[in-house]
């Protein structure tokens, strides 16, 4: 073996050829590439050759040329998987998920997080094609237009020829929590509408009006917090609900828009010494891990995420191996955790003495900013 | 800009792909050899002797054919692949995520992809993906919370990996002053009598930041009771990171009947974990039982109380992995063995005095 420098020009030495392998084991090419591939073939290799084989190639430092095969059979066994962001609760589920699958079917996936920027996002889709991806999945995306190759969105609802939208059954979600507190007795329920960023917040918000009329429930636009921006952190919902106690309307419900603004939405209450669930109760939404860990544990609509990234895995693979039809829309169905945030509705509830009463903390230095 | 004859039908077939447009058949359109087209279009030195305006005709052909260079081709031609490998215990935990998500952050204007595998902790599984991603061709590899035990060609960065090892740089935080900073914090508030959570044998920064503790805490005078120590191992062998794996831990803390005023805990899970169980038990953090956590996750300031936890910032150490990775690729750094990452301890509400009369 030639001595190694310690300098990274080493990644750059000539790798082995198969057929210098094939020379050095004195066997043919193709034994010895079976071998290396495992492939089904080479179970008829005496297991001592096989040693032989793997002994030798790690001797000669060889490495199949992957994109040399790949030219080869014209494919590259890699998605390309664009989300929003990559750190926060609800894309790490997703992508975890879509991991787990393509391991078992050996594909790969690059991922990119355009984080809201269209500009970058245009771009992604570019290079990733450049780069040979055989499909995309996107999550909380808004695609523009129709995507050049094989397409499924998680949480996608603009209906796209390629692309399989894979969505929770908004309407069943919203039965599921409306249902809820009104059996409760809750009323005068506030809601929390998303913001334009996120590609949930129009089919959420149409499914909640349609649950509502239908349950008899008055959505008061005065109880109805428009969310803004796209920050990650519960500061997405804090100063909304702030806002809500701080107009002295009176509510004894909140049905969050996720998780993450249910968890902004229980800190401004309590800080505006409001008891969750005694004075108001909060429904969530996705069931983040951190769900169940809030004080009070979150009640809340489960998305299953990882298993909606395995879901999209599996189609999208499935549609680049032509083994399905193309369809539009899988639909999800999303289950009701009933955790400890709702309550009775408690109709006594002193609106006016914890309305603007104490401030206790400034809302940039509540949470724990995204990055960091 | 509508002479598009190439392009076929728009709508005919939605779901049939176009067959990708060659470099050839843009050179033909313009009326030019492949040789200019190519010079242009991969900026390469040749293309200065081309106009200006011919230039901009190239650009818009190329934009309106939807030409796009085989990265395949290419990549075999310059023995280039501009991609990284990323293995990572677990994509969905809060720990793993941040630090890819620093990583994406570093990569994103700097032509570089990453293809992105999960080890679970568990050896085999780490052995075949860095395999995997060697064949895939990958420049460089950066491994999270474990290391690689052999030496590979090519550079590697190991966030939180622990094993010295040629050819790795290990992105490690200084535990010794984790640990001094969160049991100096402790003994100051009056807490003699702590439990702590002892990491599982799978998490590579176990050994190291107990190592730490037994030395700081003797440093300190605070004894370590066998009794008041538990290890995150769960059953099947597996490490119990998450706050539901660590429930039972905690639980098992409380059934020894040993006195405790203070925890501190592996991870923030596990610290998220405990508080809510000692609070299910009837006890009051930080009143009666101070609980400090390690990391700095998102979720440390969900909870009520919010964290007190030694912060790694893992958004930065991703960033800094990535800088290291391809620096060394690129030949623009020397190889160094260790870089040592200060971190930092953030006091919120989950510690408080030790109570007088102890549980």
């Known amino acids: 073996m030639e001595p190694r420098t310690k300098k990274v020009a080493r990644a750059k030495k000539p790798a082995a050829t198969l057929k210098a392998v094939a020379e050095f084991v004195d066997l043919s090419p193709s034994t010895v590439s079976h071998v290396l591939i495992d492939s089904p073939a080479a179970r008829s290799v005496p297991q001592k050759t096989k040693d032989r084989i793997l002994a030798a190639a790690r001797k000669l430092n060889y490495q199949p040329n992957f994109f040399a095969r790949s030219l080869k059979v014209k494919r590259s066994h890699t998605i390309g998987v664009i989300a929003v962001e990559i750190g926060d609760a609800y894309s790490s589920l997703v992508i975890g998920g879509i991991e787990r699958y393509l391991r078992q079917r050996d594909f790969f996936f690059l991922t990119v997080a355009h984080r809201h920027d269209k500009k970058l996002l245009a771009t992604y889709e570019n290079m990733l094609q450049q780069r040979g991806v055989e499909g995309f999945i996107t999550v909380d995306t808004a695609l523009n237009g129709q995507p050049p190759l094989p397409t499924v969105a998680i949480a996608g609802h603009r209906r796209i020829n390629g692309v399989t939208n894979i969505v929770l059954d908004h309407r069943r979600a919203a039965a599921l929590a409306l249902n809820h507190l009104v059996e409760l007795g809750h009323e005068k329920i506030a809601f929390m509408k998303g913001s334009a960023a996120s590609s949930d917040s129009g089919e959420r918000w149409n499914a909640i009006c349609e649950i509502a009329e239908e349950l008899g429930i008055r959505i008061r636009p005065e109880l109805i917090l428009q969310l803004q921006g796209a920050d990650p952190t519960p500061n997405l919902g804090y100063p909304f609900a702030r806002q809500l106690v701080a107009s002295k309307e009176p509510f004894t419900a909140l049905f969050a828009y996720n998780d993450i603004s249910a968890t902004g939405a229980i800190r401004a209450f309590q800080d505006a010494r409001l008891r969750v669930p005694d004075d108001v109760s909060v429904v969530g939404f996705d069931d983040i891990q951190s769900a169940a860990y809030l004080s009070p544990p979150l009640t809340t609509v489960r998305q299953p995420l990882q298993e909606m990234g395995e879901l999209a895995a599996r189609t999208l693979l499935d549609r680049i191996e032509e083994r399905v039809k193309y369809v539009h829309e899988i639909s999800i169905a999303p289950e009701l955790v009933v955790r400890h945030s709702t309550a009775p509705a408690n109709h006594q509830r002193a609106m006016i003495s914890a309305a603007g009463s104490v401030a206790v903390r400034k809302p940039s230095d509540l949470f724990r900013p995204a990055t960091g | 800009m509508d002479s598009n004859p190439n392009n076929g039908p728009k709508m005919a077939a939605p779901i049939k792909h176009n067959p990708p447009m060659t470099l050839k058949a843009v050179a033909k359109h313009l009326g030019l050899t ?23 005709r190239i650009f818009a052909a190329a934009r309106e054919l939807k030409y796009r260079p085989n990265f395949h081709a290419r990549a075999l031609r310059v023995k280039r692949s501009y991609t990284i490998g990323v293995i990572t215990g677990d994509i969905g935990d809060p720990y793993g995520s941040l630090v ?42 950066i491994t999270i919370g474990t290391s690689i035990t052999q030496p590979l060609p090519l550079p590697v960065v190991a966030v939180a990996g622990h094993r010295s090892v040629e050819g790795v740089t290990n992105i490690i935080i200084n535990h010794r002053t984790a640990v001094l900073c969160a049991l100096q914090h402790l003994a100051e508030l009056g807490h003699r009598e702590i439990a702590f959570m002892k990491g599982p044998a799978s998490s590579s920064d176990c050994e190291e930041r107990w190592r730490n503790i037994v030395e700081v805490a003797r440093e300190l005078g605070i004894s370590l009771r066998p009794g008041l120590i538990v290890e995150l191992n769960r059953p099947d062998g597996r490490g119990a990171l998450t706050p539901e794996n660590g429930s039972p831990f905690a639980m098992e803390l409380l059934s020894r009947d040993l006195p405790f005023t203070a925890l501190f805990a592996y991870n923030d899970n596990s610290a998220i974990a405990a508080v809510r169980v000692f609070r299910d038990a009837g006890l009051r953090v930080p009143e009666d039982i101070s609980v400090v956590g390690f990391d700095d996750i998102q979720a440390a300031t969900y909870t009520s109380p919010m964290l007190t936890t030694v912060r790694q910032p893992l958004n930065k150490m991703g960033e800094i992995a990535s800088r290291t990775i391809l620096d060394r690729i690129e030949e623009r750094g020397e190889y160094v063995p260790e ?18 009369r102890r549980r």
């Open chain 2, 34 to 56: 492949p040789g200019t087209v190519s010079s242009v279009l991969n900026n390469s030195p040749a293309c200065r002797s081309v106009p200006g305006h011919t230039r901009n």
């Open chain 2, 100 to 141: 890819i998500s620093g990583i994406e952050h570093y990569l994103q204007d700097r032509r570089f992809f990453y293809l992105t595998m999960v080890h679970r902790h568990e050896n085999e599984s780490l052995a075949s993906s860095s395999r995997l991603l060697l064949e895939r061709g990958v420049e460089g590899l």
């Open chain 2, 339 to 356: 870089i040592a990452i200060e971190p930092e301890f953030v006091v919120r509400q989950s510690t408080g005095p030790a109570p007088t």
